[in-house]
């Protein structure tokens, strides 16, 4: 198959990898289990968003722990708890409270303690007997109508999605008694409807079977009714808000919307609603006076997505209900205690004169007047107090009292507490003014306070007048009447206009839900951030489905038609660039867009589409890697056969110019040997020679480049890059010379005749720029080396004749090894072929390994070397022959004592620069 074939082949291969992963997922797109993975995405994103704006209207009422420790448990709760509620938050100016609670059903009538205990004895008729039952849901659905601004809840029954719709009229629970009179009443009432452009036979509007309505009485009171119940996914999360359900062929608004739609006083009849696109509130007014449509984006079955602002406790306005009855029974006394203060503060003398003192009261008209004196009386005692802890702040409260004279058992608690709450108060406000920016817990450290709860009010308080102006003469005695909130004084102002749910929040209520931000989140929070979803314009929506196939199909064709044409390397780059790209756009248009784009689908291509390619690429490189190594492993070395099958394009002509180190090694003396072998013998010998020095070159990185009989050719830095060549080519070297001497002597043992025990072999070594790579014809190549730096490494081989050694080193590879491995200079030359002289060095050992006689022996010669080249023939003779008596055998130095005799007989001419020419190869 010629390469064009091929890579045609190839193309369409990875564009129907692509096409086909793209069509998987989109088919997966439908299942169950694809929504789930996809979900879990999507709730990261809001995850890693955090926390964003919230509209400055809406809040919640909870009844929380808080509530719960001061009020008892809801079970036990009596409704007229909810009728104070509603009276407090219609006099603070509250625009609307939506009831997350249910009152389906009569609540019981009870006999309050208060009512009879002055009464135990009277005897009643049956009339005044009845009177005293408390008539709670009167009470609540009073309050209600006084208020105008209440929202009750519904609880429906819903019928499986899948039923049709001729089960849910046969099925639908018949209305009696209470719950048929709300019906009508719901429906006089206008708090459900039909819709012109809604067919509820038709759509997949979310259908109820059964409902549990509020009391007739409570539909008649508040100013709406709305349902509650949140509409979780598969997976149990709630991500979604129903802005619809049908019962009895009618449509029931939620309580988000209904609540919206009061506060933008836009009516329930007028809302344009398109299922699968928009509900449209038209004509809206805005707080600034601004009047606009609001759209807002639904599904198909009428669903909104809730664009969560982050958790419970991270947003929005959050006000106990305990908080909210206190404030309204502490804000007028606090306000009558702040004005006494004053009052005092301009004219002390006003404490000892309590008729001077309500005189003046009524001037300044101080209302109501036994708030007023009971401040004045407070007043007095905490001055007193605060008198007493200015002088001495260690003094505690029984200190102080047994000081006034009031005997130690008869010292009242809740004066003891006050007495302390001041004290602590005193401290504090010292320490704030010093350091405004003491937290609560640096301060309960400094006052060596344990529990928080003891100095948590006081601080707060007083924290607050510090940041708005300081603590003035007139805030004294520090003692508060004040609710805190949330870090700061809670006023009734705080709550004017406010959009509140009321709901249960305490631990271990059932109402609760897993969110994106938490696993169990409160539920009156979900009506919250579906009324902030809508009224900060915070609409999230999601890809359709054909525009989610589309990108899958895009992607695939991406997948199937760019990455295949580059490498591993840089193809996985550019899919890991597809990946961020893809996961940060999605995430962006989240956070920017309000743009639910999928990211299971587009990564699932990218990635499934990379592993087939992938795959597919391994598999056909595996084969014809297999095809090349039982080809050449005959032929190359392993080194060079595993370049070649991780780049075949290095089995084209030509080469690269590289560093490398060359050996030439040539057995001396061969011819001698041949001539007194058989054949046989001889490439046996050859075979067992060869085969152990070859084993020695290739476990030191080496690549043999040929065999020429004995001689054999090898390089180190190539086709692998070696940083390290000229030292692995030395120690290799430097093995082969000792493992022959290990061969010599087994030979000896061996009783192998002379010629072979007395074996010697010769090596040179060069190292510089050549050429490397395939040279030769398209049919047959060769993978070597040539160049310079090549020839010379020949030359040195059998230059070491002349000198008597057996490992010869070019000054090229003696400076890359010096650091680590022993050499001696030996001459400069000219070697045959090559006009520029070089110095040659003798490779002797790796640095501390050189044997200790020849240490000496290399010492004298250097000594000798130094004399000689000074020209001083007689003083290099003497030492020579110092170093020949250490070792007589010593080929160096037995060469340069000729050498000397040679020049005493005839010195060479003035000229003379040290260069030995060499005549033989």
């Known amino acids: 198959m010629s390469d064009e074939t091929k890579k045609k082949t190839y193309t369409l291969r990875y564009f129907a990898f692509g096409i086909g992963v793209s069509i998987l997922m989109s088919m997966w797109s439908f299942l169950d289990s694809y929504e789930r993975l996809e979900w879990r995405t999507y709730d990261e994103r809001f995850v890693l968003r955090g926390v964003i704006e919230q509209h400055p209207a809406i809040g919640t009422i909870d009844i929380d ?21 509603i009276d407090i938050l219609a006099e603070f100016g509250v625009d609307l409270i939506g009831f997350d609670i249910f009152f389906p059903e009569p609540s019981r009538s009870v006999i309050s303690r208060e009512a009879v205990q002055d009464r135990i004895n009277d005897e009643y008729t049956a009339e005044e007997f009845l009177a005293l039952f408390e008539d709670y849901d009167a009470q609540l659905a009073q309050s209600a109508q006084r208020a105008g601004n209440v929202v009750f809840s519904h609880f429906f029954t819903k019928a499986d999605p899948e039923a049709s719709w001729e089960f849910i009229v046969n099925n639908t629970v018949k209305r009696e008694g209470s719950k048929e009179e709300s019906f009508q009443r719901l429906g006089e009432r206008g708090f459900y409807f039909e819709h012109p452009d809604v067919d509820v036979s038709q759509t997949t509007l979310p259908k109820m079977l059964d409902f549990l309505p509020p009391l007739p009485k409570f539909v008649e009171s ?58 449209r509130l038209p004509n809206a007014t805005l707080q600034d006076g601004t009047v606009k449509d609001v759209t807002i984006p639904i599904d198909e079955g009428g669903k909104m997505l809730v664009n969560w602002t982050g958790d419970y406790q991270e947003t929005f306005l959050h006000y106990p209900y305990e908080r909210i009855i206190q404030l309204k029974e502490l804000y007028g006394e606090n306000v009558v205690l702040r004005d006494v203060k004053r009052l005092i503060v301009q004219d002390p003398a006003l404490l000892e004169d309590m008729d001077a003192f309500i005189m003046k009261a009524i001037e300044f008209n101080i209302q109501p007047p036994d708030a007023a004196m009971t401040a004045f009386q407070t007043v007095g005692i ?94 004294h005695p520090l003692i508060f009447f004040t609710v805190i909130h949330e870090g700061k004084e809670l006023l009734p102002a705080d709550l004017d206009g406010k959009l509140l749910v009321y709901g249960l929040t305490a631990t271990g209520t059932q109402d609760m839900n897993p969110t994106p931000f938490n696993p169990r989140y409160q539920m009156v929070g979900y ?91 391994y ?15 005959m032929y190359l070395s392993p080194a060079v056969v595993d370049q070649i099958a991780d780049n075949p394009g290095l089995l084209s002509l030509g080469g690269r110019r590289a560093e490398l180190t060359i050996l030439f090694t040539d057995v001396a003396g061969f011819s001698t040997i041949s001539e007194q072998m058989t054949a046989e013998g001889l490439v046996e010998l050859l075979n067992e020679y060869l085969g152990t020095m070859t084993d020695i070159i290739m476990d030191n990185n080496g690549t043999v480049d040929k065999y020429e009989g004995d001689l054999i050719m090898a390089f180190w830095g190539a086709p692998i890059d070696n940083p390290n060549h000229a030292i692995d ?124 006689r020849l240490a000496e022996v290399v010492a004298k010669y250097n000594e000798a070397l130094e004399i000689y080249e000074a020209r001083e023939w007689t003083g290099a003779q003497e030492k020579f022959f110092e170093a020949l008596r250490i070792d007589e055998d010593d080929g160096p130095t037995q060469t340069y004592l000729d050498r000397c005799e040679r020049y005493l007989a005839e010195p060479p001419p003035a000229d003379w620069d040290g260069v030995e020419t060499l005549t033989e190869k």
């Open 527 to 617: 009506h919250a951030n579906a009324m902030n979803t809508i009224l900060m314009d915070q609409f999230l929506d999601r890809m359709d489905h054909h525009w989610r196939i589309t990108l899958l199909v895009v992607l695939g064709i991406i997948m199937g038609v760019l990455v295949p044409r580059f490498g591993p390397a840089p193809g996985g780059a550019i899919v890991g660039g597809l990946l961020l790209t893809h996961s940060l756009s999605a995430y962006f248009f989240f956070v920017y867009g309000g743009y639910w784009i999928d990211i299971v689908g587009p990564v699932g291509v990218i990635v499934v589409s990379y592993l087939a390619v992938s795959i597919n690429n």
């Open 222 to 279: 508040v100013k709406h009714v709305g349902f509650v119940q949140p509409f979780t996914d598969g997976d149990g999360v709630v991500r979604w808000y129903e802005m619809f359900r049908v019962y009895d062929g009618k449509l029931f608004p939620a309580i988000a919307l209904v609540m919206v739609c009061d506060y933008l006083k836009v009516p329930m009849e007028s809302l344009e609603i398109r299922l699968g696109d928009y509900v």
């Open 382 to 475: 905490f001055r007193m107090f605060e008198e007493a802890i200015m002088s001495d702040k260690e003094m505690d409260a029984r200190d102080f009292f047994v000081a006034q004279g009031v005997p130690e058992d008869q010292i009242p608690e809740d004066m003891v507490e006050k007495y302390d709450e001041l004290r602590y108060n005193v401290l504090m406000s010292e320490h704030l003014t010093a350091n405004p920016e003491l937290s609560l817990t640096e301060m309960a450290d400094l006052l060596g306070v344990l529990r928080l709860d003891l100095i948590e009010h006081g601080y707060y308080a007083l924290k607050n007048l510090v940041e708005h102006g300081g603590i003035k003469p007139e805030h």
């Open 729 to 852: 080519a030395c120690k290799a070297s430097i093995i082969m010379n000792d493992r022959l001497a290990e061969m010599r002597k087994m030979w000896t043992e061996m009783e192998r005749p002379d010629y072979i025990t007395r074996m010697d072999a010769r090596i040179g070594l060069n190292t510089g720029d050549v050429v490397v790579g395939n040279m030769g014809s398209q049919s047959r190549m060769d993978y070597t080396v040539m160049g310079d730096h090549v020839n010379l490494a020949s030359r040195l081989e059998g230059a070491n004749k002349p000198y008597g050694t057996h490992i010869m080193i070019s000054e090229f590879t003696y400076f890359k090894v010096r650091d680590e491995l022993e050499a001696r200079k030996l001459d400069v030359i000219r070697v045959v072929g090559r006009d520029e002289p070089v110095t040659v060095y003798e490779l002797l050992n790796v640095k501390g390994q050189v044997d200790s």
């Open 619 to 633: 598999l056909i490189e595996r084969k014809e890697r297999a095809y090349i190594q039982d080809s050449f492993k």
């Open 65 to 85: 722990d808080e509530t719960y420790q001061a009020e008892g448990r809801f079970e036990d709760w009596t409704r007229d708890k909810h009728a104070l509620l």
